[in-house]
């Protein structure tokens, strides 16, 4: 099993809906979460990080966490054709170190 | 101000040939990893360095990769002899506090290709 989790895709949306983004990992201890955008050719840049389980909202992004099921997601409403990238999740896999585990990453493509 | 500089963002050379890659983190972080990322691997850490100093290494293929970090300002990935299959993009990232607490901000890459 691996440590992150996440659906290649494609995840295909239309202009104006919800996309939902999902990701899995395997080490109870992790503590913090983080949700990394790509566009094709460009590197990794943050979008949001939780710690907490629930929910946390930043703009047409929220981020959700549940420990005890061992997953995070990621919602992006209103969707745009500018989100179409690889979405990446990341964990601090183990807790106390500085390590971030990245998922190999979902394409999203928001369709006109 | 500057973000993670990388250099070069291009290199190709031949099986065997030495090969350095090159950053310059963020100035005040004191976090500096090395990241590598393929289509079949996604994104792997390499090695990162805590003022300097080498934390952890465990993603280190093998003995042909080597990282240095001489200053706060400047760290090097090497590897000697290159192999075809170390062709990916190699990003250097950096951040003020641990992973877990503070976003990692990447450098644009070095698209490597070994022949």
């Known amino acids: 099993q691996k440590e992150v989790e996440q659906n290649s895709g494609p995840l295909s949306v239309p202009e104006g809906a919800i996309a939902s983004l999902n990701c899995t990992y395997s080490?109870?201890?992790?503590?913090?979460f983080f949700w990394y955008r790509q566009y094709s050719g460009k590197s990794p840049e943050l979008i949001m990080f939780i710690y907490s389980n629930g929910d946390k909202e930043d703009g047409r992004f929220t981020a959700q966490l549940n420990k005890a099921s061992q997953y995070v997601s990621l919602l992006i409403r209103d969707s745009q054709p500018s989100d179409s990238a690889t979405y990446l999740c990341a964990v601090n896999v183990g807790g106390g170190g500085n390590k971030l585990t990245f998922g190999t990453g979902t394409q999203l493509k928001v369709e006109l | 101000d500057a973000g993670v500089i990388q250099s070069p963002r291009h290199e190709v050379t031949e099986m065997g040939q030495e090969v350095t890659l090159r950053c310059k983190p963020i100035?005040?972080?004191?976090?500096l990893f090395w990241y590598r990322q393929t289509m079949m691997r996604g994104l792997e850490l390499l090695i990162y360095f805590n003022n300097n100093v080498p934390i952890d290494d465990s993603g280190m293929p093998e003995d042909r990769f080597s990282a240095k970090m001489p200053n706060a300002s400047f760290s090097t990935l090497k590897i000697q002899p290159s192999e075809p299959r170390d062709s990916a993009v190699y990003f250097c990232?950096?951040?003020?506090?641990?992973?877990?607490?503070?976003?990692?901000?990447f450098g644009d890459g070095t698209r490597l290709s070994i022949l």
């Open positions: 990232a950096s951040s003020l506090m641990g992973a877990g607490a503070q976003a990692q901000h």
């Open positions: 080490d109870r201890g992790s503590q913090s």
């Open positions: 100035s005040g972080h004191d976090y």
